[in-house]
């Protein structure tokens, strides 16, 4: 067994001259043979040795045999329980909502438990009872395999590879060079072709639009110089309230959405503005006496002591919403970057490394709150794109 | 009558007509006045201080006040530098929050007031409000037992809360981390009164939310929504274990650690001999 067999037919024969020695037997042989013959004929062919073979209960039909049988077969049943179980429970069992602490709370709660476990159950049966039969019932065996790991014979492989040799001559494809290459120019463009169907989809100029670019511009842009409102979201996008300057008291804040009264009666148009990514913004009215500053550019944004900042961090895009109305500081919860919000929202610590864009607003001649104009930067974590400032 | 002497009774009723209308002038203004007057008083605005009319309980207050709390807000509730805020203006709301609690008295200076044992009697912290409440008025929780503040429209409250208040509280109000060692705390141990009483004042660095900005009703269902998730709801957990109701990342490891374990387990036993 030191030097590996070097093939599966003759020379085998060669390396292991003992009574290993492959007898390949005739039709007529082979007709006469028994499965137990056939059997010991495969394992030589394979290299199979059968070291035990010992049955479980080599008296049949003992007492010890028959708990064995009765336990696999228990599995088997408890896989058919619970299959039917969970059958029935799909079907019959209370599956729609009810509250907590309404009648039938209890039953609703238990109905994906249920179904989950008695599938489980099922599947598990099966397997466990598989397990258990190859385990308690089929008979005791080891055998060994031995592992071919030789290459082919070097005569298979000087001829193959002289076969391929040959068969690349005899195209001529080196000498035909106009065929060689427009087959080289068809399995290109195919190539290529098939690249852009699954691809050229993806491919897409974000700046087509200009100025106006999605990555630009928020919902906050007034369109045909339409005024565009702050308003408040209470899970319904149509019941469209919005805000006074008193509403805030000192040291509050509330999430506002854009609003254009255009939009009053189209419902889909409603409900995209208030789940945009880009659109929330943190009202905040600061206590008394706290000293603002303010930035460049950003004197007159503010109403008041109302200031309205993107709730979209500069650093990664989280809603950064944790705002602490004693210290004036907006926290970000993905990366701990803290705002100042009375110094335009700049950053004090973390990550971040731009302020919050800031609102203008200002107030209409009902007192309700409105944008001036969008955002003067774009809102959001940077892009390579955006104009630093 | 009017074929005899025509004249001089139109000549006496012209100068009577003078004086009646006079007359009827004068009675119909103060008919008026007595009007405006009346209900003037049947609707004139009661007075902010009207519900600490008790001076009774006002003193109580006051006696506790300069017991429990003078040291730190000062002898004329003007707050003390270094100490503790002024206290003119922060309404009955504001003591009922932090005294029921145990925040206050507060134990030490520090990051954040930490809910502890309460120090005072119901009736004691209801007259240290009255005294607060008469100096200076402010926010009042509505006096209703504690079913009337919990709002049945669990819908409109959960969008409410993951709106204005999950962002610190979470989105079961399980609590959260603020900056520099604060922290928003788990709402589970709040009653009702109380959570009303701090979305009211927005005590520490909590946000103020005026009935302005979420109405007395929005409110009552916001504490609906968090009194329907908290743990004591009676509500059943399905899997048996809430894992302290942080959601995906908890029940993840969970998942992950007991799955692997059981499948290891069971591979080892397939693979084992007799």
Redesign the interface.
Known sequence: MSAPPESQYGDKAGTQPDSNQLHIPSDAELAEMSTDDLVRLGNRIDDIEVVSDRPRFPVPGTRAEKRAERQVAGWFILAAVMGLAFIVIFIAWPWEYVSPGQDGDLLYVLYTPLIGTTLGLSVLGVGMGIIAYSKKLLPEDLTIQQRHDGRSSEVDRRTAAARLVQTGQQSGLARRKLIFRSLGAAGGVLTAGIAVAAFGGLVKNPWKEGDDSPLLVTDWKSENGERVYLRKFDGDPEDVVLIRAGDLEPGSMETVFPFKESDRNDPEHLAEVVRSADSPVMLIRLRPNVTVIKRAGQEDFNYGSLFAYSKICSHMGCPTSLYEDQTNRILCPCHQSQFQANEYARPIFGPAARPLAQLPIAVDDQGYLYARSDFIEPVGPGFWERRSS | MSDQSPRPRRLWARAGTKTRRRVAGFLALGVALLAVGGLYTVFQPEPETARAQDAALVREGQSLYDNACITCHGSNLQGVVGRGPSLIGVGEASVYFQVSTGRMPLKAQGAQADRKKVEFTPQQIDAMGAYIQANGGGPVVPAEPDAALIGSD???G???FR??CA??HNFTGRG?A???G?F?PPLDPANPHQIYAAMLV?P???????D??LSPE?KRDIIGYIK?VSPD???????GNGLGGFGPVPEGIVAFFVGLAALIGISL??GSR?
């Open positions: 669990l819908g409109r959960g969008e409410l709106l204005n962002q610190c959260g603020l900056s520099s604060k928003a927005g520490g660095n909590m946000p103020t939310f005026a302005t900005q929005e329907s709801s009676g509500a059943v957990n399905p899997g036993w397939i007799q």
